[in-house]
């Protein structure tokens, strides 16, 4: 039996590191991760091995030659172009025809037991047996479901919180037999998990998920590789160190020199001549390359020094990776998660700070500060986007510098002389850094359509018609004046999806951007009569009859926001007596406090109630979203609001569907299905609701935090929009808000929030779906378990360490009961 290593990966989320070698040379404990691949293939008797090669593939030719320095034969099948995961074992066809073989990864680091997992496959009679492993965050592997005796049931790429229900992922190691290789077209580029082994299920072909006890580790960040060091150094994982243990965790290589002064506290690695002086100290989880130097007074912590590298007299380096040939002189320092590539020099009291990555063959000058990260300021998230775009403070972790570098990396994955459209709020934050945003995107030779300060839903409509790839919004964080939110847009003016995101947010950690030439520098428009346009375009869209004969009288809040801008070009056109307050823009205060929100409804309700209006109507500073308030004066609460529009739009249309996100109370099912509707659940990702307000039959979206999507004017949320539509409906049907909420059940549903550290998600979903189990489950979005008294959704927050829950019952004491329940459930399990 033959066994497969794919070495063919460039490793790019590991730069520096992998700029000028292939990742599976990177080394772990002074060898490389291929290395431990193959030491492991032979100790379970593979020891007939090929080797998939693709990225620099002569360097790992050289360094293993032929396999027989470990014992081993190698072959190597090289791909002149990459081919996939699938597609480069294809390349290798001719040496796997005659017998099952296993394929395993080149670049993870495990211990994992093949010879078992070989007795699975063939006690089982699968066609393919795929290595599954349980870990903490599954969101970068793809999730495998398997039944009790181990079949595959199906298949989850890449998921996002919501979708998050289990912590089983896939490996990358198999067992297949031969045949699974007709499955692949030759010189295509086919992947198994997205490609091959979901089409083999849909044909019923036995796939089977042997869940493995040994460790593993997929050393795809710079996070996850000096993981591996200190669980290599702490005993997780069965590897052979090379050297001897001179004290209890402290490992000491052949011919390497470490002076009776220096101070070591393992568990760490001193390298193969290496040389370690009187008064430096080596502390937790620190690994010394072959022929490394550490001068007197130099403290080295959880950091990972390549080969011949120099650390000088009084050097400081922490929780960084240093490449080999480097020379770091006196006194300079290197921070947490900072990595310097091969071959550069750290000169004498420079300061790397945290996440900076020096590219190979720098130099960093004497008392040098070097703060200009690759990796995104430290903004208490997991990854650059959160819940309203590239949110935090202003100047501190949203500054100029930094929006540069998003614009540049946006503008990285468009085509050059591609137009985006920019806008902003009316703060004096959003302005100067707007600023720097434009001239990013002009020096990548996009050119820029700047519509200033207007609402985001003229920025989206522009977007959406002005023929641009993308868009840009700055706002001030709603609540927050001294934060900001950058709001990127695709070419609908939605926001950007899970997908181009990552997209983006690749381009920006590697600091790869595309730079204009002389000639190629874009311009800066600026659309003539933004506002009348979109003005004209809402109001052609959308159904104003029976508002001129109707008489209404509305109250409208501005929020001293920039729908004060659009409001007088619509308003004149309708026929509305309309009671105007805050209208005024204000710079120095472009969003609210809770407390000033609060007071300026209830000031709303007061005006609403002593005018006899027929509602009133609160935009938030930017015009996206409403709060509304009916005929009595009596606020109504977002959850209402939505039922009470959507009894509104149902009653009229009488067919299609409305989307809503699973979160929504199933009062809305009794509402459409009173009219002959029927309702899309939608997951909670910012851009699913867009995704099915697309779709041409549906006739109403909302999200149930004030966002309505108006579908006949555009998929975005857009409180304009919505503004002019409930005019007309109101109009039209005769009725009051009071008077349709009247006629609405009441809604029991209720909500939790639950502490859940990052480590343990994963966990705390796969606890829940066995906890449900024999009970109905929806997985649109996190896991939703249906029983006959009503439905609990838990939901791992995407952004915090948190789990929310929701649970509807038939009244509010099972509602509560449900709610204990599965709290419970997610409390133990997170423990």
Sequence with gaps: MRAVVMAGGEGTRLRPMTANQPKPLLPVVNRPIMEHVLRLLKAHGLTETVVTVQFLAALVRTYFGDGEELGMSLHYATEEVPLGTAGSVRNAAAMLRDDRFLVISGDALTDIDLTDMIRFHREHGALVTIGLKRVPNPLEFGIVIVDERGRVQRFLEKPTWGQVFSDTVNTGIYVMEPEVLDEIAPGEAVDWSADVFPRLLTKGAPLYGYIAEGYWEDVGTHESYLKAHADALSGRVRLDLAGFELSPGVWVAEGASVDADAVLKGPLYIGDYAKVEAGAELREYTVLGSNAVVREGAVLHRAVVHDNVYIGPGAHLRGCVVGKNTDVMASARVEEGAVVGDECVIESEAYITSGVKVYPFKTIEAGAVVNTSVIWESRGQRGLFGPRGVSGLVNVEITPELCVRLASAYATTMKKGSSVVTSRDSSRAARALKRAVISALNASAINVLDLEASPLPVARFHTARETAAGGIALRTTPGDPQSVDIVFMDERG???????????????????????????????????????????????????????????????????????????????????????????????????????????????????????????????????????????????????????????????????????????????????????????????????????????????????????????????????????????????????????????????????????????????????????????????????????EGWTLVLPDPVEAVTHLWAEGQDVDTAQAMLEHWAGVVERAAR
């Excluded at 009470?644 to 249309?653: F, G, I, S, Y």
């Excluded at 808000?737 to 939790?752: G, K, T, V, Y």
Aim: one cysteine or more; charged letters at 25%; a negative charge.
């Design 494 to 788: 939605a926001d950007l999806s899970q997908g181009a995101q990552r997209k983006l947010e690749r381009v920006f950690s590697r600091q790869e951007f595309r730079r204009a030439f002389p000639g190629e520098i874009a311009e800066l428009g600026f659309p003539a009569r933004a506002v009348e346009d979109y003005a004209r375009e809402l109001l052609r869209c959308v159904d104003m009859s029976g508002v001129p004969d109707a008489d209404l009288k509305v109250v409208v809040d501005c929020a001293g926001g920039t729908s004060s801008l659009v409001l007088p070009a619509l308003l004149g056109r309708i026929g509305v007596d309309v009671l105007t307050v805050n209208a005024r823009l204000s710079d120095a205060r472009p969003t609210e406090t809770l407390a000033e929100r609060r007071r300026d409804l209830q000031r709303l309700a007061e005006l609403v109630g002593s005018s006899r209006a027929a509602f009133g109507v609160r935009f938030d500073p930017v015009g996206e979203r409403v709060a509304l308030v009916d005929e009595t004066g009596r606020l109504i609460s977002d959850e209402r609001a939505l039922l009470v529009v959507l009894d509104l739009v149902a009653a009229e249309r009488g067919s299609g569907r409305v989307a809503l996100p699973v979160t929504t109370t199933r009062v809305a099912e009794q509402v459409c299905g009173f009219h002959g509707v029927r309702v899309e659940w939608t997951s909670t990702a910012v851009d699913a609701l867009t995704a099915a307000a697309s779709a041409p039959d549906v006739i109403f979206a909302a999200d149930g935090r004030g966002g309505f999507v108006v579908p006949e004017f555009g998929p975005t949320v857009d409180g304009l929009a919505v503004f002019l539509r409930l005019l007309g409906l109101v109009a039209r049907t005769r009725l009051s808000l009071s008077q349709i909420d009247a006629r609405i059940p009441e809604a029991e549903l209720l909500r939790r929030t639950v502490p859940t550290p990052w480590a343990a998600k994963g966990a705390v979903m796969r606890s829940v779906i066995e906890a449900a189990e024999g009970l109905e489950l929806d997985t649109t979005d996190g896991v939703r378990v249906v029983t006959d």
